[in-house]
């Protein structure tokens, strides 16, 4: 179904980086946790997963809440249990920008929303091997979003650019093609 909370995200790339914006609008943005890797999808947060093409084993997850607090894992087989293994890994160069529109973890007033802006720098990508993608190159994407919300009837709203058939962001099989152009 069509979400409740809107969000917009448009992505750019050149030969160092992915860009990456997110617009989501939120009537209450919160969030607490500040540690890198600490537990992001329990509050408000908007996630990127990437995977070099559909025969791969290997992709990469970023989580990023309103804070600009980072979980970022790199996962060498599809499937395979979560463990130790996502926090071992650390995106070296990976910029982050938020700006809140409105007061965040104030729940007595209506927020607008947020943004998020982040560059993934393709050298720090496992599967690139220090070089970018090229034009024609084709990987696997998604992009979805936690929302915690005193105003959405259930109190949390996942969201979704590809049409998940369950609730998993982690199903590669059902990504969207990201063709670089």
Same mark, same amino acid.
């Given at each position: 179904? &069509?979400?409740?909370?809107? $969000?917009?995200?448009?992505?750019? =790339?050149?030969? $160092?980086?992915?860009?990456? +914006?997110?617009?989501?609008?939120?009537?209450?943005? =919160?969030?607490?946790?500040? %540690?890198?890797?600490?537990?992001?999808?329990? %509050?408000?947060?908007?996630?990127?997963?990437?995977?070099?093409?559909?025969?791969?084993?290997?992709?990469?997850?970023?989580? *990023?809440?309103?804070? @600009?607090?980072?979980?970022?894992?790199?996962? !060498?087989? %599809? /499937?395979?249990?979560?463990?130790?293994?996502?926090?071992?890994?650390?995106?070296? /160069?990976?910029?982050?920008?938020?700006?809140?529109?409105?007061?965040? #973890?104030? /729940? @007595?007033? !209506?927020?607008?929303?947020?943004?998020?802006?982040?560059? *993934?720098?393709?050298?720090?990508?496992?599967?690139?091997?220090?070089? &970018?993608?090229?034009?024609?190159?084709?990987?696997?994407?998604?992009? @979805?979003?936690?929302?915690?919300?005193?105003?959405?009837?259930?109190? +949390? %709203?996942?969201?979704?650019?590809?049409?998940?058939?369950?609730?998993?962001?982690? #199903?590669?099989?059902?990504?969207?093609?990201?063709?670089?152009?």
């Amino acid at each position: 179904a &069509p979400a409740q909370s809107h $969000t917009v995200a448009r992505l750019l =790339w050149d030969n $160092t980086n992915l860009y990456i +914006c997110y617009e989501a609008s939120d009537l209450d943005v =919160w969030s607490h946790h500040r %540690e890198h890797d600490s537990a992001t999808y329990e %509050e408000d947060v908007l996630e990127v997963f990437l995977k070099p093409g559909p025969n791969s084993d290997q992709y990469c997850n970023f989580e *990023i809440n309103a804070l @600009g607090t980072v979980y970022d894992a790199a996962i !060498q087989r %599809e /499937g395979f249990p979560m463990g130790p293994r996502w926090k071992a890994w650390n995106c070296e /160069g990976l910029q982050v920008g938020i700006r809140v529109l409105g007061s965040l #973890n104030d /729940g @007595g007033d !209506q927020d607008q929303g947020w943004v998020m802006e982040v560059a *993934i720098p393709f050298a720090s990508l496992p599967f690139c091997k220090g070089r &970018p993608p090229v034009p024609g190159d084709e990987w696997l994407f998604h992009l @979805g979003r936690y929302d915690y919300s005193l105003y959405l009837p259930t109190g +949390c %709203e996942l969201s979704s650019c590809a049409p998940l058939t369950r609730p998993s962001f982690h #199903n590669a099989k059902e990504w969207l093609r990201l063709r670089f152009e």
